[in-house]
């Protein structure tokens, strides 16, 4: 072998690119932005939609009854709402708007009213089209709708043949909600609309953020979870290629409490909810109760020692013991974020079996 050490260069070569290459794509995930861009007229039901999507008060309602003068930016997870003034307003018309705000460089919108849809909202939807960029009609205040004589089945059918006929088209996505905290309604629906607009990326962080109203939708964010693990399980393996030991403990820390702390934020689980279940096994609990604690998470790593200690030794070994040391790390978040994930799941799952029996009560 050349004193050079080509031959060993030449043999982590592919492995170095293999490792670059997963890193590019893991940073265009990371940098998919899910934005949602909602428009329509002051006092539509904008914020009180937000809050429904989230499954929390993520913006208090009231606040933004009267016209509001600026964006207003709501983050929840990966998923980031802009809640717009009403377009073609006073305070507002359509070139001040524009080059306000800039609507355009955003890619999911939902136009949202409550009464008869407005020919400003109409003209804005009208350029979006023109674009090619996604919009989705939301009914909402559903729980309001009544005219003597006719079903809501029929008030239903006479507001989609009046929004066809004001945008010429029968080719939209319209869903009717009522996002009342005591009976939404149609949230489900909206929430399956909108991940059918997004790619896959974009698809599984609306997953991870978006309540789960649904059994399917559920099951959709368990298989998300799932696929985060996995990424936060190569980011362990990365840890066991750094050649600096002592720093080994501290991130593997860290990963295992981004991890289990996204995973609850995933399936919206609290300590009240952990105390409330009544089906799901103690084990279970302790588990999920574990992990929001440092002294939790460490007794994870402690139980993990033997593996730790060998990977520690493994990479000191050039190659073949960097690659092992990689797998032991990558194994070990993968195990244990999977076991986190079902036991949050079925907290969840408990939670949702409840909520859907009082909605059909």
């Known amino acids: 072998m ?3 050490g080509s031959r060993q260069k030449s043999s982590g070569g592919p492995m170095s690119t293999e490792r670059e290459d997963i890193k590019k794509i893991e940073k265009e ?3 998919e932005n899910v934005r949602i861009v909602l428009f329509g007229q002051p006092g539509s039901g904008k914020s009180s939609l937000i809050n429904a999507v989230c499954g929390r008060e993520a913006v208090k309602t009231g606040e933004l009854m009267e016209p509001t003068t600026d964006a207003v930016v709501v983050e929840n997870g990966d998923v980031t709402f802009i809640d717009l003034p009403g377009y ?3 305070g507002f018309p359509k070139e001040a708007f524009l080059e306000r705000f800039r ?4 890619d999911l919108f939902l136009c949202v009213f409550s009464d008869k849809l407005r020919a400003a909202d109409t003209r804005l939807f009208c350029m979006l089209e023109a674009l090619k960029k996604p919009c989705i009609f939301v ?3 559903i729980d309001l709708i009544y005219e003597e004589g006719r079903t809501l089945e029929e008030c239903e059918a006479v507001i989609r043949r ?9 080719d939209i996505d319209l869903v009717f909600v009522s996002a009342r905290r005591d009976r939404p309604v149609g949230i489900d629906v909206l929430n399956d609309v909108i991940m059918s607009k997004m790619n896959e990326a974009r698809r599984e962080k609306y997953i991870l953020t978006a309540e789960a109203r649904t059994k399917e939708q559920l099951e959709a964010k368990k298989a998300a979870a799932m696929t985060f693990v996995k990424r936060s399980a190569t980011y362990s393996a990365y840890n066991g290629l750094n050649p600096i030991i002592a720093v080994d403990a501290a991130v593997d820390f860290m990963i295992l409490y981004q991890l289990y702390n996204n995973i609850r934020e995933t399936f919206g689980i609290t300590e009240e909810i952990i105390a409330s279940s009544k089906k799901v096994s103690d084990k279970d609990k302790r588990l999920v109760l574990g992990g929001m604690s440092r002294e939790g998470i460490n007794l994870i790593l402690k139980n993990a020692g033997r593996q730790l200690v060998a990977r520690t030794f493994l990479k000191v070994v050039p190659v073949v013991g960097q690659a092992t040391a990689a797998l032991i790390g990558y194994k070990l978040v993968n195990k244990t974020g999977r076991d986190y994930v079902n036991a949050c799941y079925e907290l969840a799952r408990e939670r949702l079996l409840s909520a859907l029996d ?3 009560s």
């Open 139 to 141: 009914r909402s205040k």
């Open 103 to 106: 609507p355009f460089q955003y």
């Open 358 to 360: 009082a909605r059909r």
């Open 162 to 170: 009046d929004v066809e006929t004001q945008l010429g088209t029968r």
């Open 29 to 31: 995930i990371d940098e």
């Open 2 to 4: 050349p004193a050079d």
């Open 88 to 90: 073609g307003t006073d």
